[in-house]
Nanobody
Framework: QLQASGGGLVQTGGSLRLSCAAS????????MGWYRQGPGKGRELVAA???????YYADSMKGRFTISRDNAKNTVYLQMNSLEPEDTADYYC???????????????WGQGTQVTVSS
């Protein structure tokens, strides 16, 4: 299971930290990712992290978002800074059993946590 939390309402320029707690599988052997789906938009990969800590970011998130993981807590985080109204979306975490930075083909998905950025 993947349980995402930390969403909410924030003003433009603000920050939020999303968390995703994993259970039921060996977290340290999985790559993790965060996706988002905005109103009327398709799902997009925001960031991903390998089990070894290598990371990937979508271009529009570089420099603003940071993905990290704590294997001792079975948790992956997404620190989001300088938020813009365009970041408004449901954010989902996902897991894939791979040594690489996973950019698709995830095995497990969590429920979404809603992020709303007001202008």
């Amino acid at each position: 299971q993947l349980q995402a939390s930390g969403g909410g309402l924030v003003q433009t320029g603000g920050s939020l930290r999303l968390s995703c707690a994993a259970s039921g599988f060996t977290f340290s052997t999985y790559g993790m990712g965060w996706y988002r789906q905005g109103p009327g938009k398709g799902r997009e990969l925001v960031a991903a992290i390998s089990r070894g800590g290598d990371t990937y970011y979508a271009d529009s998130m570089k420099g603003r978002f940071t993905i990290s993981r704590d294997n001792a807590k079975n948790t992956v985080y997404l620190q989001m800074n300088s938020l813009e109204p365009e970041d408004t979306a449901d954010y989902y975490c996902a897991a894939k059993r791979t040594i690489l930075v996973p950019k698709g083909g995830y095995d497990y998905w969590g429920q979404g946590t809603q992020v709303t950025v007001s202008s």
